[in-house]
């Protein structure tokens, strides 16, 4: 089975400017999180989405949003860059509409720099 | 914060000897689970203890966890080089109005020199 794949592994973007991040969860996974990982912050909690539906949010601004598809592929969006943006974007899917009560599985991250 | 504080940041290790990293949180939890990365990738879940579980084993790592303290202990044992990585402990916890949060402890990063 093929595990949770993240794109595009790296990319960078100049301040002001938006990315989109996409994640494909493992196949019949339904549930997909989010998580931002930077040396000064370390790993923090973005978003979670179940069968289309934003389950929980972490406590970062609204220029950081996301979406689920019916296949349960997820995007998330962060608009007007900055500096302090530039992370390691990670995600995780589950089988559970419950994903930290049990396992998830990561994916290897976007490495996202910007400049 | 409502990180967990793991102790200590940095472990370096002989091959064969045991390594001990702890985790310390803040809020009440449903569950700890410990994770690991190597070198900036994705995380590979270990183990997950529930908040009525005093201690669970899975191959070579032993978990501990002590509710009343709000932390908890892994155990690697006879560490091999390929453990090198960094370890995570992350708390899913029930936080006010705003749901389940789950939060990461800060890390520690275990070399074991061959």
């Known amino acids: 089975k093929a595990g949770v794949t993240q794109t595009p592994r790296y990319l960078i973007k100049t301040r002001g400017q938006q990315v989109t991040l996409s994640c494909s969860p493992i196949s019949g996974h339904r549930s997909v999180s989010w998580y931002q990982q930077t040396p000064g912050q370390g790993l923090q909690f973005l978003f979670e989405?179940?069968?289309?539906?934003?389950?929980n949010k972490g406590n970062f601004p609204g220029r950081f949003s996301g979406r689920q598809f019916s296949n349960s592929r997820s995007e998330m969006n962060v608009s007007t860059l900055e500096l302090g943006d530039s992370a390691l974007y990670l995600c995780?899917?589950?089988?559970?509409?419950?994903?930290?009560?049990?396992?998830?599985?990561f994916g290897p991250g976007t490495r996202l720099t910007v400049t | 914060s409502q990180q967990g504080e793991e102790d200590p940041q940095a472990l370096s290790i002989q091959e064969g000897e045991n390594a001990t990293m702890n985790c310390s949180y803040k809020t009440s939890i449903n569950n700890l689970q410990w994770y690991r990365q190597n070198s900036g990738r994705g995380l590979v879940h270990l183990i997950l203890?529930?908040?009525?579980?005093r201690e669970k084993h899975s191959g070579r790592l032993r978990v501990t966890l002590d509710t009343s303290k709000k932390s908890s202990s892994l155990l690697i044992t006879a560490s091999r080089a390929a453990d090198t990585a960094s370890y995570f402990c992350a708390t899913d916890a029930e936080v006010g109005r705003t749901g389940n949060q789950f939060y990461f402890g800060t890390g520690t990063s275990l070399t074991v020199i061959p």
């Open positions: 203890i529930r908040s009525n579980e």
């Open positions: 995780a899917s589950s089988w559970t509409d419950r994903p930290r009560v049990y396992e998830q599985y």
């Open positions: 989405y179940f069968s289309e539906t934003q389950r």
